[in-house]
């Protein structure tokens, strides 16, 4: 059934421009939600401003800094100007139209990611049906997964992520549909630009340019446009500078569609430009180590075995499949008629088949993780749409059938915007805290190191400008040295690593600390153990000390304490994990009479100073309550229950927040410095004693 003929409509451009104009507007109103819970909210401003919710936003937002004002000229991990859209457009609007950085990282999601709904509405348009186009670019622009990553103050290259490959998509289809060299030269140089936009999804981009090639090469094979149009796609999936790829792409667009070129030359031609991209962009290879990427599990297999990160990101784990439809349609149901419309749309106009990756990837989300939901949105919209067009098409009435249509499309956006409503995701960091950071900024230099979790690297270096160890995107082996000095119970080997780590990073041009040092994969690489326990009760050379390292310990670390011991608790050798430590953490008691509940099982019986776990009943070793007076001075009470027992009690009670935990953890440097500012004077000095978080400053 021709869903043109359903709608027999007939748009102007100045319709087609108004109702593209209306979807771009609902997109960014219904972020603006976001913008109005959280104004009211001193907690969430600096500088006048509402903050990101994002931590990588502040990977991008540091390169904008770099570019704009010169800061962290030693930090080799900030990226430059051209790295990538995201920051080069943060760049030009604050350098060129007066906004602040901190406005443009804000706001920059939302207007961006929007766009989506230009090739929705010129998907529809390109089949004679415009309103189900626009119905769609209302539903895509806003559902679940495409709304978490793009909301307002989400600044990341994730603005990106389904809208340009959803104009590559359009251009192709367009090429295809109306065959004229100008579709056939955008669809490539959408393609070309797309690395600068968005290079997490270029094995996606891979996989719908070697799909339309097929395609082409299966159903229209005699034809002279077809193999010029592969010519154009194939130069564009080739990994050339941009500079060199765009004059190439004019080049060959002009040469080969000259009509005096015969069909056997542009096959050959198009063949020699089809192997040279599969042998220089190893699409094959990039295409499986992505996804295999986010199917590894466990530990490092050569070497020495370093814990895989992967394993603890939430967006990287297996999801079960209600969250899978409700981030890709928001409900089961609405999952369901996008999946089933797709099938009916490939029937029925069998070109949407190159939107399979999209539509593929999105379902590898069951496997890979959620982030993968957010490409197949858009077209899921389109699919769900185009079913509810078809099925009103018994519908004789054209209003009551237009009417139909509006109201499946808003029962399918109605749990999306009860999803937003309910999304009160809050900023990155806190006022205070960002606070704590401002002061860190002003002491020492931009050279100096900050000792911390990788979840709060790029934040450091935009608010602080220090350099740091691991980050969002330097998190591999590193991972166990920062960790091994956050849980150790050594105080003097926390500050021994931590100081011949920051030298050995510097010293060695910036190489993975841990490899360097314990000569992984090198011939005779160190027993860490040994070395480790040197460092505890030995005697150490350290290296002469060119940099100021201060350790940031905030309070946000205990609710992921857990996940930072998991890098250091095992045999590096083997890869075995060692005794696991209990911890737990909670906000959520309840105190009745004679024991407060903790949740999870736990209690703590107070006349028996003992906890109840589950079905068993341990002592308690310690109890310990801290708690600030109107001073900000912190005062420890200590109480010794059970010296056999290995689990104490610590209730924090400014933050009314209870700790259990075995001694292993309880000593770590992180609980000693942070819980109860009990530090080495010898090693250590305290920057700022904030409950929110804690500065000290490395004196070795």
Known sequence: MNVAAIEKESFSKAQLAGLILIAYFFSLLVRMIWVYQMGGADEYYWNG???????????????????????????????????????????????YLGFSLDTVILYMPAIISSLVVIPIVLIGRLYGATLSGFCAALLGSVAWSYYNRTMVGYFDTDMFSAMAPMFILYFLMATIRKETFTNAFLAALSIAVYRFLYDQGLSLVYAMGLLYMVYMVVFHRHEKFTYHSIILIAIALMPLLWWIKLPLLAVAHFVFKNERIGLRFLVIAAGVAVLTFLVTGNGFSIIWAKLSGYLSRGTEESGLHFFQVSQTVREAGR?????????????????????????????????????????????????????????????????????????????????????????????????????????????????????????????????????????????????????????????????????????????????????????????????????TLFKNRQPGPLDVADYLEQLRYGDAELPAKRHDVYFYLPLRMLDIFPTVKIFSNLDLKTGEAGPRPFFYTTQAFKNEGTEVRLGNGISLLKQEGALQIGQQKVAIRNFFQTQYDREGKLHVNQQLLDARSPISVIFMASYNRFLVLDESLLNSTYVQLFVFENYDKSLFEPVTMDPMAKVYRLKI
Do not use: C
């Open 49 to 95: 401003q509402l903050m990101i919710n994002t931590n990588d936003g502040y990977y991008f937002a540091s390169g904008a800094q770099k570019a704009l004002y010169g800061m962290h000229e030693f930090n080799p991990r900030v990226p430059e100007l051209y790295k990538t859209a995201t920051i080069a457009l943060a760049v030009f609007v604050t350098k």
């Open 319 to 515: 999801i079960p499949f209600e969250m899978m439809a409700n981030r890709i349609s928001g409900s089961v149901l609405g999952v369901l008629v996008s999946l089933a419309g797709y099938l009916v749309l490939v029937y029925k106009r069998r070109e949407f088949i190159l939107a399979l990756p999209l539509i593929g990837i999105g379902v590898f989300s069951l496997w890979g993780g959620l982030r993968f939901t957010v490409y197949a949105v858009p077209i899921a919209a389109i699919s769900a749409v185009y079913l509810f067009t078809l099925l009103a098409a018994y519908i004789t009435n054209r209003y009551a059938r237009g009417g139909v249509v509006a109201a499946l499309t808003a029962a399918m956006l109605y749990p999306n915007i009860v999803h937003i409503i309910e999304y009160q995701v809050p900023t990155v960091f806190f006022k205070q805290e960002v606070a704590v950071l401002d002061r860190l900024k002003q002491l020492g230099s931009n050279k100096d190191y900050v000792v911390t979790w990788w979840d709060y690297g790029y934040p450091i270096w935009y608010y602080a400008e220090k350099n740091t160890l691991i980050d969002g995107g330097k998190h591999s082996h590193d991972n166990f040295i920062v960790s091994e000095i956050l849980t150790t119970s050594s105080q003097l080997e926390a500050a021994r690593l931590s100081r011949i780590a920051t030298e050995t990073y510097v010293a060695s041009g910036y190489r993975i600390v841990a490899d």
